[in-house]
């Protein structure tokens, strides 16, 4: 079995508890990028995580309080004409944050060996050492300060399959889910397979990752910011929060999105 097969899909967070607790981690972390600038520290965060997983909605949610002048997003597509006659790394290079800024990739170098693999963009042998060429590339930058925070938002097949029809019922959002989704649903247990490699290749000491259950939304952001602010404030020898009354509040989804969760 591999990483993601323990992973609770259930888990959620009331409404009530997930407001109270969602103001408290919103200042933290804006004191906490707050030091970042200080202290000069670059921080990179990877958002990887299914279609229709909401990465972007909690990207929004983990900002929405920041100084925007201290971050910037950076939403990764297709690598464009100039960028393919060069180093598939050098868009990555050339989108580092400087000391004292945090960058947010919302999909990332991590595609190599995603959607590239799966999608049979990129030749066997290249997709193989791309794992070598990740794990180099973090290494530079973390000996040179930089701290890695990587997400992978985690849902099931059948959930997927759920936000899809909720998406494409509504008129004004079933522009959201286009044929290449469709058809990257249809190889969940391809992409499955590739998310496994991933993490088993480029989980490391200085750039772990950190998989979110990602049913519930509540769940998922509470989870995203509290990993989030331990990770930074471990980095700037900070102490670490309690969130343990948060925690308490944790239950289990219950009757058909439950079954959904574990499909």
């Known amino acids: 079995m591999g990483t993601l097969h323990g992973i609770d899909l259930t888990l959620a967070l009331p409404d009530k508890a997930y407001k109270t607790v969602l103001k408290a981690q919103m200042e933290r972390l804006l004191e906490l990028e707050q030091l970042v600038y200080q202290r000069e520290v670059p921080v990179l965060i990877v958002f990887e995580g299914w279609d229709a997983v909401g990465k972007g909605t909690t990207i929004r949610r983990v900002t929405e309080?920041?100084?925007?002048?201290?971050f910037k997003v950076l939403p990764t597509q297709a690598p464009r004409t100039h960028e393919k006659q060069r180093p598939w790394l050098w868009r990555f290079w050339m989108n580092i944050p400087r000391r004292g800024q945090i960058a947010i990739f919302d999909r990332s170098w991590y595609?190599?060996?995603l959607i590239e693999r799966v999608e049979g963009l990129t030749p066997i042998p290249e997709w193989i050492r791309a794992y070598e060429e990740i794990n180099a590339f973090e290494r530079t930058l973390a000996a040179d300060g930089a701290v890695f925070i990587k997400y992978w938002l985690h849902m099931s097949r059948a959930e997927q399959l759920?936000?899809?029809?909720?998406?494409?019922?509504d008129p004004e959002k079933a522009w959201q889910i286009t044929a290449e989704d469709w058809e990257h649903h249809r190889k969940y247990d391809e992409y499955l397979a590739a998310v496994e490699d991933m993490l088993e290749n480029t989980a490391t000491n200085i750039a772990p990752w950190d998989v979110i259950p990602a049913t519930d939304p509540n769940y998922r952001t509470f989870a995203v910011l509290r990993t989030l602010i331990m990770r930074l404030e471990h980095a700037l020898g900070e102490e670490v929060s309690d969130w343990s009354k948060a925690e308490k509040a944790v239950t289990k989804l219950d009757g058909a999105l439950a079954g959904v969760a574990h499909a």
Do not use: P
Request: glycine letters at 12%.
């Open 65 to 70: 309080r920041l100084d925007a002048r201290g």
């Open 111 to 113: 595609g190599r060996v």
């Open 162 to 169: 759920r936000r899809f029809l909720l998406l494409t019922a």
